[in-house]
């Protein structure tokens, strides 16, 4: 039986890991769980159903007999500090960072879905190692069991599949609405990530991942088009052999290999049907089109805070764009114009995680600016 803690267990990532949970009781038992501030109910009725002793809510949530509550900003960080076999992190954006590094300060290993710890922090995470962090991300599980196939010395690159969200075929994006960005082709996610898909941000935020995750440079990483979504990523070797990890785009196999790794679970994922015909299309990514990717290249090489500028300026802008405030063209363009702006005066190297907020809240507030002169 594994203990496991569920942090962000009222979003995608964490309802489906506790639907994995469900269907197998006997290998699993959730000791607690963690959610933010729009659906405490919710998170009280899991903790009821699944018998959970201990909850940390952003908000005030219901009383349930025989469940601990802890209430607070900081709720997600004491629960990830709880001992367990894996915790896993399905909190979405940079406050992500702050349990990630508290499950690892006690030694804890962490079944990351939370890209942005190692976008805003990897250098502080990286410090307890990578034997302590199993990918969540569809493109970084598939990484991770593709490099199984071979030496870590052998590998030349690595390549992830981005699906080019709903714009692939659509060259205007100057009149995209908030509606039109969360009708994704393939994915079925919550609303940040979903637009990050539509400016391919998301897969700027990868390669920085990939490049922690896996330890290579940025020159050996990189993205490409893949509308079906079953190819998740590929591993290229020196020999010239590419290996790929292909099932259909489901969550739910990348949750339950990281929660159950180094096994796997039976029918996690409906397999692919090679009863059917089907076709798989790769292309390359308009750069042009999609400029969020070579700047999450450049921040990254850079390094220090720049990742962290990149993510938060995007996480102003993107908030903007829901609550239709700025154009969904000006997303990427503010994100470029903050990290312009920053770029000199990002420090190199991150001592701790009060300079991870101190620097995301420059980028913030420069981002706030941009998006008042947009919308004045």
Known sequence: MREIVILGSTGSIGVQALEIVAAHPDKFRVIAMSAGRKNPTLLMEQAKKFNVPIVGSMAPAPKVDGVTVIEGDASSIEIAAIPCDIVLNGIT????????????????????????????????????GSDKLIPVDSEHSAIFQALLAGKASDVKKLILTASGGPFRDRQDLSEVSVADALNHPTWSMGEVVTINSATLLNKGLEIIEAHY?????????EAVIHPQSVVHSFVEFIDGSTIAQASPPNMKGPIAYALSYPERISKACAPIDWSKASKWEFMPIDIKKYPAIELAKRCGQAGGGLPA??????????????????????????????????SSNAPTTIRDIADVSAI?????????????????
């Open 213 to 221: 995750l896996f330890d290579l440079p940025y020159e050996a990483i």
């Open 93 to 128: 954006g940079s406050i992500g960072l702050g349990p990630t590094l508290s499950a690892l300060s006690v030694g804890n290993k962490v079944a990351l879905a939370n890209k942005e710890s190692l976008v805003a922090g990897g250098d502080l995470v990286m410090k307890y």
């Open 360 to 376: 995301e809240q420059s980028a913030r507030i420069k981002a706030d600016e941009f998006i008042k002169g947009i919308s004045a």
């Open 309 to 342: 500028v990149y993510n938060a300026a995007n996480e102003v802008a993107v908030s903007a764009f829901l609550a239709e405030k700025i154009k969904f063209s000006a997303i990427i363009q503010t994100v470029a114009r903050v990290v312009d702006a920053l």
